[in-house]
């Protein structure tokens, strides 16, 4: 319901003054809508990210590779200067996850992409609503105390430039981790010599935003069973105390399962279990390495 309300609200403040208000009014709205059917409750989904990744296509193509044309599409999308070359990088990468995803739909990586989609939404809107002295200049404009809080010409297309650099970013990340188990990932980069420490405290934050997932799930289905978000003051209450108890929870999961872990003598250095994978098709790496140049020649051709 937040995320909806907040979409709605960042939709309509980037196309005001752009659109005709009905028109800005109707498009923000289907952006509400949207969200709040892709809000419905769906059991295990983001905690199934690894065995995406583990069914897709492009699982048998080297993580070595994968990382590698991220890595080049997530520095072309930075330094990208359109707002429609991200954008465009995003649609690509949605419809290649999808089509290699093989158990992944359209609505389950819409699903997933939910989890960003609130930061990038509270981003928007900060970068938006400016405070100004002066209503003079402004497109939209709120009463506040000493000013007014006020969107411009310029704050709207910084929101625009930084809005689409984020969707492109993230999109590379999420075609690289439902593409590669974390394992692999780990595993090729201390290949390349990075640091056990950063790579066993990069699993373990990895597990344990995994078991804040979880822990969140089980406090909201409690809630729900006894009516607590039934009326919108009832459900910002219920969303106060869930989050307001949700670290000592998580503090406790933790400690059981670093407890389980010195149990099983851990040691100082994780070790994984390498899965031999046949190697990946020619055409999967023509793919990646196409889409990569051709990104690239865009960013660098204007």
């Known amino acids: 319901m937040i995320t909806a309300v907040l979409s709605g609200i960042v939709v309509y403040s980037m196309l005001a003054g752009r659109l005709a208000h009905h028109l800005a009014i109707l498009v923000s709205v289907a952006a509400a809508v949207v969200c709040l059917a892709l809000s419905g409750h769906d059991h295990g989904d983001v905690l199934s990210i690894d065995r995406y990744a583990g069914r897709s296509a492009f699982a048998c193509t080297a993580a070595g590779e994968k990382m590698a044309v991220c890595a080049v599409l997530l520095a072309g999308c930075l330094y990208s200067v359109k707002i429609w070359q991200p954008l465009a990088l995003a649609g690509t990468l949605l419809v290649l996850t999808v089509w290699g995803g093989r158990g992944i739909g359209l609505r389950q990586y819409l699903n997933l992409f939910r989890i960003p989609l609130g930061f990038l939404l509270l981003s928007a809107a900060t970068l938006l609503w400016r405070f100004t002295t002066s209503a003079q200049d402004t497109i939209l404009a709120l009463p506040w105390p000493g000013g007014y809080l006020a969107v411009t010409q310029a704050s709207q297309q910084l929101a625009y430039h930084v809005t689409a650099r984020a969707l492109g970013a993230v999109s590379c990340l999420y075609f690289l981790s439902l593409s590669t188990p974390l394992t692999e990932i780990l595993t090729t980069l201390r290949r390349w010599h990075l640091p056990a420490p950063v790579t066993d405290l990069a699993f373990l934050t990895y597990r344990f935003v995994f078991v804040l997932v979880q822990t969140v799930r089980n406090m909201q289905c409690s809630a729900t069973s006894r009516m607590g978000y039934s009326g919108v003051l009832r459900s910002i209450r ?47 790496r023509g793919i990646l390495v196409g889409i990569a140049a051709v990104f690239t020649a865009m960013v660098f051709m204007g």
Do not use: H, N
Not at 244 to 269: D, H, N, P, V
């Open 238 to 284: 219920t969303t106060g105390a869930v989050y307001g108890t949700l670290l000592g929870k998580s503090f406790c999961k933790a400690r059981i399962q670093f407890q389980a872990m010195e149990s099983r003598c851990t040691g100082t250095e994780l070790r994984f279990w390498a899965v031999e994978r046949p190697a990946g098709s020619a055409v999967q």
